[in-house]
């Protein structure tokens, strides 16, 4: 019996949390979508205090005041940094402060479904848990893919392939909960292409003075693979003064960069299957995640793929809110027994 069916839902705000490397979103049962960058920084002193006025910054708001902050980016390859006490408080403030964006009424219990990248599923969990149990009453914790999956009704037959920050999560759907088997989780993606630009981008400009969020902008305006019309030039300054820089070559070095491995582990992965089905899930491919803005990759990998047959690959509507959406959805579809009890 569904929960729903079971509960009264005024009671209740289902939440999907979709707890990303680069950036968190939460979408809520009472209609309300909300995103932050997960960076997480507390006030370095009392001095820092009284400049920054609040014992706890986030996102954007958090990276502009950095240096009066001890700056925090709690998940790398999409697990939470383990050894500092620190990155575990710092996924707690993110939910508690998207769980408070979400604007629950008073009273109401919170139920919650996290989404984290696949192979990290079962690091993950426990500490999940703490992080999630003073705010929520009931929790499931699912893969990233699998709520995407699950928000666009992509149950069957199907590939899902989420390129995020510190992860690109892959999720075949055939008709059941995914297993583990159905899921791979490689770390070409958002990050890594960061690191090739900036490596790229000394060599080519030893003297030019950029910092890796410069370079990360460039490339969210400026991605591609193959080709695209025109010239890329960006203003980076060189001894002070504001002086124009032609990146185009290391954009797209940089950006195809993760190909190799993007296909090679997409065609493994449909491999498993027996031809009737590979045909199946080749023609329903969907890519999502941030990294799915790339232009031209699409089209890309739709090639790539094609050799071994027909192919057909398409990109999520709305990769910023993807997973949470798809998260809040089985939330609110979820039978009783899945939920864990936090409370
Ligand atoms: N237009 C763009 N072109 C290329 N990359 C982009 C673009 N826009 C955003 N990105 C990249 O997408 C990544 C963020 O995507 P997303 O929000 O899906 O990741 P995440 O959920 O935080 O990470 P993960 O799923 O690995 O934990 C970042 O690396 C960001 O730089
Ligand atoms: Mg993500």
Not at 5 to 22: A, H, R, W, Y
Not at 43 to 56: H, M, N, R
Not at 81 to 104: F, M, Q, S
Not at 314 to 327: E, I, M, R, Y
Request: hydrophobic share 40%; glycine share 8%.
């Amino acid at each position: 019996m569904k929960l729903k069916e079971t509960q009264s839902e005024g009671n209740i705000l289902f939440v999907g949390i979709d707890l990303g490397t680069s950036r968190s979103s939460i979408s809520a049962s009472n209609g309300t979508r909300q995103w932050i960058e997960s960076y997480v920084g507390w006030p370095k002193d009392f001095i820092s205090l009284q400049v920054v006025g609040k014992p706890v910054l986030f996102g954007s708001e958090a990276l502009k005041h950095r240096l009066s902050l001890d700056l925090c980016r709690p998940l790398e390859h999409g697990v939470i940094k383990e050894g500092i006490e620190r990155n575990e408080e710092a996924v707690k403030e993110i939910i508690k402060y998207l769980i408070e964006l979400a604007k629950p009424a008073a009273g109401q219990k919170i139920y919650a479904v996290v989404g984290v990248p696949a192979d990290t599923l079962k690091v993950n969990k426990l500490a999940i848990r703490r992080a999630v149990s003073e705010f929520a009453h009931s929790l499931m914790v699912v893969s990233e893919p699998f709520a995407v999956a699950y928000g666009l009704s992509l149950l069957n037959n199907s590939l899902v392939i989420d390129i995020g920050a510190g992860t690109t999560d892959l999720c075949i759907m055939h008709g059941a909960i995914p297993s583990d088997e159905d899921q791979k989780t490689i770390v070409n993606a958002g990050d890594y292409i960061d690191e090739q630009l900036y490596s790229y981008l000394t060599e080519k400009y030893p003297n030019s003075k950029f910092n890796k969020n410069m370079v990360r902008q460039f490339k969210e305006k400026y991605s591609f693979v193959r080709d695209v019309p025109g010239d890329i030039h960006v203003e980076i300054p060189v001894d002070g003064k504001p002086v124009m820089h032609d990146i185009k070559n290391e954009v797209k070095r940089a950006c195809e960069s993760i190909l190799p491995a993007l296909v090679e582990t997409t065609a493994e992965m449909i491999a498993r299957f027996d031809p009737e089905f590979q045909i199946k899930i080749k023609n329903n491919i969907v890519l999502a995640g941030g990294g799915s803005l790339i232009r031209g990759l699409r089209e890309y990998l739709q090639d790539a793929l094609k050799e071994y047959g027909p192919c057909n690959v398409t990109n999520v509507q709305d990769p910023l809110f993807a997973g949470s959406d798809g998260a809040v959805k089985l939330a609110q579809d979820m039978p009783a027994k899945y939920w864990e009890p936090l409370q």
